[in-house]
């Protein structure tokens, strides 16, 4: 694609400094009363050079929006005021947090323009988290509505300094306006969701940033892509795998040569040795070239050689497996999208044929069922052990994503996967089965759908209940 080949440097709004590895205008600031406030405007932004002006729908008028910190077992206390002129909602991805908080149309009724509402909860893990409206998502997520909910360990990280990488990749004309014609188009919806073709590392196109050579670096990287599955290479170092999904692994993981898979929505934190090399990111394309997306310069002098053992991060208290005899899986089976060969499903309590699905921008269903299901998927008992089979019966793969818990992936096609990590939006391949299995200890309704946007309002969306 002919803007993939010269994406350049642009843009005013989402320019920001960098200082001491942290992007300081992307940090959230506190009003009196300690609640950080989240105002949305629509912002004037220029993506290409010499290229016409979009708007991009923004938190405080930068993309992406204040990074939001707080320690673990801290307050995160936000209001959210819209300024756009349709309402939303806020939903704090992968947080572990009080139902009442989580931002879903499950649990709270969408914001109106010109309305505020205050999200007041404990943040109960140490991690990388982010937070993005659960309202015409892949509208209000496309146009940059999203940022980072970084939870810090209560004892910091020795010698170490965080970079938040906030991942995008945008559809835009070749005027670089925001392409507004695929909204709702079905034939994307029924494909791989909306794919962009303009790639963005903290609002900005191809950012130089640095890092002090001197102290190892802790990437967190975010996808906050609509669609697009990222396979990400980190060129220059050998990164060791600290984190999915917010979760710090048991083990530190060395990448290795393998490039990082993160579906939509997920997360991954990396530590770098200390050194002055520098560290290239890349993206790999469907044709496998990798696509080079940030740059971090390493500055200052190395005092002593980085060798031993990575260590591993605290642990959030989760536990390292999943006792799962005797339990019964519960199979969501997933139908639809282009070679899917769905002849139809229930929609709205009826049984409809696959024309009058898309006559209503349907294309997919989880257990026969397009769009938002009456019944629960699952009814849990708080404290019940739980297994899903992920039966992916379609041409395409989708990313799982469970509010309100992690979920432990155990085994693809009955193969046990070799790692056993927490994860909050898990990938399924195209015809695959994906059993994962958790501990339903949130009480509350909690929604579990495809985190391609454009899959999710397709139709790929249900909720289970754990009660009290
Ligand atoms: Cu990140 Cu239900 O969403
Ligand atoms: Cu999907």
């Known amino acids: 694609m002919r803007l993939d080949r010269r994406q350049m440097l642009a843009g005013s709004a989402a320019a920001f ?137 209560n004892t910091p990280l020795t010698d170490t300094v965080d970079l938040t990488l906030v991942l995008d990749d945008w559809l835009i004309n070749d005027d670089g306006t925001i392409n507004q014609q695929a909204f709702g188009d079905i034939r994307i919806a029924a494909h791989g969701g909306r794919l962009g073709n303009w790639f963005t590392v903290n609002g900005q196109s191809r950012p130089r940033l640095t890092a002090p050579a001197g102290k190892r670096l802790r990437l967190r990287l975010i996808n906050c892509a609509n669609a697009r599955i990222m396979n990400l290479q980190v060129k220059g170092v050998d990164p060791y795998i600290v984190a999915l999904d917010g979760q710090p692994l048991a083990m530190a993981r060395s990448l290795g040569s393998t490039p990082l898979q993160l579906g939509p929505g997920g997360r991954a934190d990396l ?52 006792d799962i005899a005797g339990i019964t899986a519960s199979e969501l089976v997933m139908e639809g999208g282009a070679m899917g060969g769905l002849a139809g499903a229930k929609l709205r309590g009826r049984d409809v044929d696959m024309r009058e699905l898309v006559q209503n921008g349907m294309a997919w269903a989880f257990n026969g069922v397009a769009g938002m299901t009456e019944e629960p998927f699952a009814s849990l008992k708080k404290g019940d052990t739980a297994v899903f089979d992920f039966v992916n019966n379609t041409a395409w793969p989708h990313a799982m994503h469970l509010h309100g818990h992690h979920v432990m992936p155990l085994a693809v096609d009955g193969k046990p996967f070799v790692n056993l990590d927490w994860r909050d939006t898990v990938v399924t391949s195209a015809n695959s089965r994906v059993r994962v299995a958790f501990v339903a200890d949130n009480p509350g309704k909690w929604m579990l759908h495809c985190h391609m946007l454009e899959h999710q309002s397709a139709g790929m969306m249900t909720w289970i209940n754990v009660e009290i």
């Open 17 to 153: 400094a960098v200082a001491g590895g942290v992007p300081v205008a992307l940090q959230a600031q506190q009003a009196s009363d300690g609640f950080t406030e989240l105002k949305i405007s629509k912002v004037p932004h220029i993506f290409l050079e010499g290229g016409k002006e979009t708007r991009l729908w923004t938190y405080n008028g930068v993309n992406p929006g204040p990074e939001i910190r707080v320690k673990r077992h801290g307050q995160v206390k936000v209001r959210l005021i819209n300024g756009l002129d349709e309402p939303t909602m806020l939903h704090w991805h992968g947080i572990r947090i009080d139902n009442a908080m989580d931002g879903s149309p499950l649990t709270q009724n969408p914001v109106e323009p010109g309305e505020t509402f205050e999200y007041v909860f404990t943040a109960p893990d140490a991690g990388t988290y982010w937070y993005h409206p659960h309202f015409r998502s892949s509208r209000q997520v496309e146009h940059g509505l999203y940022g980072a909910l970084i939870v810090e360990e």
């Open 271 to 322: 530590m770098i040795r200390r050194g002055s090399d520098e560290i290239v990111l890349a993206n790999l394309n469907r044709a496998n070239e990798p696509l080079e997306v940030a740059y971090v310069d390493r500055t200052g002098s190395v005092a002593e050689d980085d060798t031993g053992d990575m260590p591993a991060l605290p642990g959030n208290g989760l536990p390292e497996t999943v």
